[in-house]
């Protein structure tokens, strides 16, 4: 009986041994240098990537680079950016995958701190000036873009109910009572990027005495709608796009965050025909970049930077806004006019300008301050 | 009863699977809460004094308990009377009814969640009754005028789909007191002063009868409701549980060096979380055993038999709920055949065949409908291959040690083997991504990790079912067996093992149904890694934007096949029962 139930402690406490000291991420030197780290498995000709759940990614898409290559592919996908960021940090020591596609602008910066990309080799020439604007270093290169901005529903602002904002203080005003839905930028990728625009345009504005926050707040005590993610702001409270005819939807928002271009999404989807418009206010809107970068510890790096050149090329890149509806980012690009789709797509005016490493320095902070003003 | 010799000691190798049933309840959320406390320096009390201030952690406990209670009250409410009915009088095909009526409580928790949300679509069948998410017209319209609340309508949505859930617990308890309950007692009491009006028999006999019963069920029902996930996230999407908070966050949780304030925040909700789920096991388990005490029986086909076909309204009052219940799921097939496409400004319905051939070819970048099927069968197949065991090992040391007049040991044991239910699937998921993935990196490309999930919620299934199979076997057979020369195996065999083959088939039907339908751990784990099960894919499409609209009816597609294959399994389980009991066995 003693025996029998020593082995059971025995089996008991096996699980804990050797696990209870905390991993140390590595993180670049001052300089931003980081060493290359010895691959996290062994090579065996199956290039793994990781990723979100990129619509693009058909599975014809990925034969091809297979029948093009002879490199078989493997998919890893997590649930966002996020997502990616999050397994890249925690498999940092031991990297199972070998290129990372989905990292965007306000995720990047994160990754270069914790010398999670090395270098590519991969021949990028053709790329677009205001793609590479965010970042044009050699260890990520972009494969999308968009400028994150605020929709609003034509029908409701239509200047008797509702009026045009010229400023994002009118939102605060009485006539917008609950009439603005928010992605949270604490899980939301959307959210994160119009947050940040958000410091960016209040320390341009004219009044030095509030900040981003102060209008958080205010937004806030005028009853704006928050929600976990893109999805449940755009198809369940906004009543100008595609959610109204989506079960569970609700349409008490007249304006929400997404891309300057979904109305131009939604005619081409709707046979040329939308009542969802942008909101181009000078700074109020985020150029968000989706950047592809061969892992820091890989074993397939010479798969990953052709699948980099691939992912680049006119036959894949070019048809980014139907696979992916986003813009592609090779020189030249433009929305197709297919059913409206480039006629309803708004280009701001002036984008925020807020660096990448202003984004990773200060963004856990801003997320504090947002959480704080918004609760 | 006295058993054989050969069957009278607990093996060792019986010792080793309660150490391991036990370790892998435990370890995986220890871990997580190591994990949590080594990367945030905030000890699992500590985090609990402080959540208070993390964000959406105090409107998530009060949402918990806001639905939960709604949701308890109108199941008792819906289900009591039901319960009553159906037990009491002699119903025509009562096996296919009762299965039906049980049918909502094995649907994958995603399977309801996509019906519910066809049924309340402007084409749907609970919109045409008057459920206008919008509140402009019907019952939500008056609920809101006379409430003052805005959108009451995502609220009411989750505490109907919650009863549709939680009836058959209702069923599952309530209605064997009924249909074994001693006439006896009823003719006796209508003689007395106290019997003679129903108010006095309401009061003095079916209270007191079906109060324990009902209490059992109400705090499941509690509990269940307490701890939803894939029903919170698509009926009232801008709310969160306790537990769809920690599902959003868990993934980012455990994490050294990055969003620290997240683990802090998942470090202190887990710990409340858990606490308040062994509270209320606690509580279900004292009323568990004051149920127990009431179950003074007769025969329950002579009862009925007594009481003859039921009068009218019930019938319609029971027919009507099944056909209610069944109502989200047939929504699910017929909305996997329709498409709403725009045309200008308004837009118009008409049937399809696209979105199956999208769900067979998995062209939204998704994989095949084949390839997650198979993942999901791989995944529930190897749960069983390792529970199955487990489980019978595990019960047949629980006997043993019961036999032998060791019944604090054995009772010690059970509730260390009996411990993943007192935590949610979300709650085990987040053991294995700041538990295990956390600590051991390397298992990230381990294609097989949902099993281990998997295994910790049906091991305690199992063992509930071997528990009272083992007990059931007469010790004569175990005599007669060691009169022949039997080899060990062929003992065990003619003593134990041919009399477990139906409990057995029994257990591994409902751990595949489980497994297939399970979605909160898997989802937790899929947050940080590439496990497709086929429950995982229905919410990955439709969490997909749908400006195209075929996503919708895909999304449908995939969960009417998740549906199928989960009741094909589980018919397994109702054959297996048939037999058993013709065979009484």
């Known amino acids: ?375 | 009863m006295r058993l054989n010799p050969r069957l009278a000691q607990v093996p060792l190798s019986h010792w080793l699977a309660v150490g391991l049933v036990i370790a892998l309840g435990l370890f995986p959320i220890s871990l997580a809460l190591i994990r949590l406390w080594a990367v945030t320096g905030i000890s699992p009390l500590s985090a609990l004094t402080m959540v208070q201030d993390q964000p959406g952690a105090m409107e998530a406990l009060q949402f918990s308990l806001l639905e939960g209670l709604a949701s308890t009250v109108l199941t008792v409410a819906l289900g009591v009377p039901l319960a009553w009915a159906f037990g009491r009088y002699q119903w025509k095909n009562l096996q296919l009814k009762r299965a039906l009526l049980f049918l909502p409580f094995v649907t994958p928790p995603i399977v309801a969640a996509v019906g519910f949300l066809a049924l309340l679509s402007p084409d749907g069948f609970l919109h045409r009754l008057g459920f206008d998410l919008h509140a402009e017209s019907g019952f939500m319209r008056f609920l809101s005028e006379r409430s003052g609340w805005e959108e009451p309508g995502h609220f009411v949505a989750l505490v109907v789909a919650h009863v549709w859930f939680n009836l058959s617990l209702m069923i599952r308890f309530v209605e064997p007191v009924v249909a074994q309950l001693d006439p006896a007692w009823e003719e006796q009491l209508a003689l007395l002063p106290a019997g003679r009006s129903k108010q006095n028999r309401l009061q003095h006999l079916w209270i007191p009868v079906l109060g324990p019963a009902t209490l059992v069920a109400a705090t499941y029902t509690f509990f269940f409701s307490f701890t939803s996930f894939a029903l919170v996230k698509w009926l009232a999407p801008s709310a969160n549980t306790m537990e769809s908070l920690l599902g959003e966050m868990g993934g980012t949780a455990g994490i050294a060096g990055y969003r620290v304030e997240t683990s802090l925040a998942v470090l202190g909700i887990a710990t409340l979380q858990m606490l308040l789920m062994l509270a209320m096991l606690v509580l279900a388990g004292r009323f568990e055993r004051q149920h127990s005490q009431v179950l003074s029986m007769h025969h329950e086909v002579a009862n009925r038999a007594r009481h003859g076909r039921p009068p009218r309204p019930l019938t319609w009052f029971v027919n009507g709920t099944i056909v209610l219940l069944l109502a989200p799921l047939v929504s699910v097939v017929i909305a996997s055949f329709r498409v709403t496409t725009r045309s200008g400004s308004g837009f118009s319905s008409s049937w399809t065949l696209e979105g199956w051939k999208r769900a067979w070819s998995g062209d939204l970048s998704t994989v095949p409908v084949l390839e997650a099927l198979t993942n999901s069968l791989t995944y529930a197949g190897l749960a069983v291959l390792v529970a199955l065991p487990l489980g019978y090992a595990v019960a047949s040391c629980l006997v043993t040690l019961r036999l032998q007049g060791r019944k604090r040991l054995a009772g010690v044991l059970d509730s260390l083997c009996m411990l993943p239910l007192s935590m949610s699937a979300v709650m085990v998921g987040l053991g294995m991504v700041a538990g295990i993935l956390r600590w051991f990196p390397d298992m990230f490309t381990f294609p097989y990790l949902p099993v281990l999930p998997h295994v910790m919620l049906v091991l305690p299934f199992v063992i509930r079912l071997m528990v009272p199979a083992i007990e059931r076997i007469d010790p004569m057979f175990a005599e007669q067996a060691s009169l022949l020369p039997l080899s060990s195996v062929a003992f065990w065999w003619h003593a134990r093992g041919s009399f477990l083959l139906v409990p057995a088939t029994m257990a591994a039907s409902l751990c595949l149904a489980f497994s297939m339908g399970e979605f909160g751990a898997t989802f937790l784990v899929v947050r940080v890694g590439s496990w497709d099960s086929l429950s995982i894919l229905v919410d990955q499409v439709a969490s997909r934007p749908k400006f195209d609209p075929y996503v919708f009816p895909t999304a449908m597609a995939l969960a009417t096949i998740l549906m199928v294959s989960t009741l094909l399994v589980l018919s397994i389980n109702e054959r297996a029962r048939a037999w058993r009991k013709r065979h009484d066995v």
């Open chain 1, 1 to 375: 009986m003693k025996r029998n139930l020593v082995m059971m402690l025995l089996v008991l406490a096996a699980p804990l041994s050797g696990c209870l000291e905390p991993i140390e991420p590595i993180t670049a030197d001052a300089d931003g240098g980081c060493e290359l780290l010895e691959p996290g498995r062994e090579s065996d000709g199956v290039l793994r990537l990781l990723t979100y759940d990129i619509a693009a990614f058909s599975e014809s898409m990925l034969g091809e680079f297979t029948n093009q290559t002879g490199y078989d592919i493997e998919l890893i996908r997590t649930d966002d950016a996020g997502g990616i960021l999050e397994q890249l940090l925690q498999t940092q020591q031991a990297q199972q995958a070998d290129l990372a596609i989905g990292l965007d602008n306000t995720y990047l910066q994160t990754a270069l701190n914790f010398c999670l990309l090395q270098p590519h080799t991969a021949n990028v020439s053709g790329i677009a000036t205001e793609a590479l604007q965010p970042y044009d270093g050699p260890l990520a290169v972009p494969f999308d873009q968009g400028d994150v901005c605020l929709n609003y529903d034509e029908t409701r602002v239509d200047g008797t109910n509702l009026t045009v904002p010229t400023s994002l203080w009118n939102l605060t005003e009485p006539a917008w009572v609950g009439q603005v839905a928010f992605p949270s930028p604490v899980t939301s990728s959307p959210g994160r990027a119009f947050m940040s625009a958000t410091v960016d345009y209040f320390e341009h504005d004219d009044d030095e005495t509030t900040n981003a926050f102060d209008w958080w707040r205010a937004m806030a005590d005028n009853d704006a709608i928050f929600t976990t993610g893109w999805t449940e702001a755009y198809e369940i409270h906004y009543s100008g796009g595609y959610g109204e005819w989506v079960e569970g939807h609700l349409g008490d928002a007249a304006m929400t965050v997404s891309y300057c271009h979904s109305p131009g999404v939604e005619a081409f989807y709707g046979g040329n025909w939308t009542k969802s418009t942008s909101l181009t206010l000078p700074r109020a809107s985020f150029h968000q970049v989706e950047y592809a970068g061969v892992i820091n510890g890989a074993a397939e790096v010479t798969a990953a930077n052709a699948f980099i050149e691939y992912l680049l090329s006119e036959s894949v890149n070019r048809n980014m806004p139907e696979n992916n509806l986003m813009k592609s980012v090779l020189n030249g690009a433009t929305f197709p006019g297919t059913d409206g789709y480039a006629h309803h797509t708004d280009v701001p005016s002036l984008n925020a300008e807020i660096s990448n490493e202003r984004i990773a320095d200060e963004m856990e902070d801003w997320i504090e301050r947002w959480t704080e003003a918004t609760q």
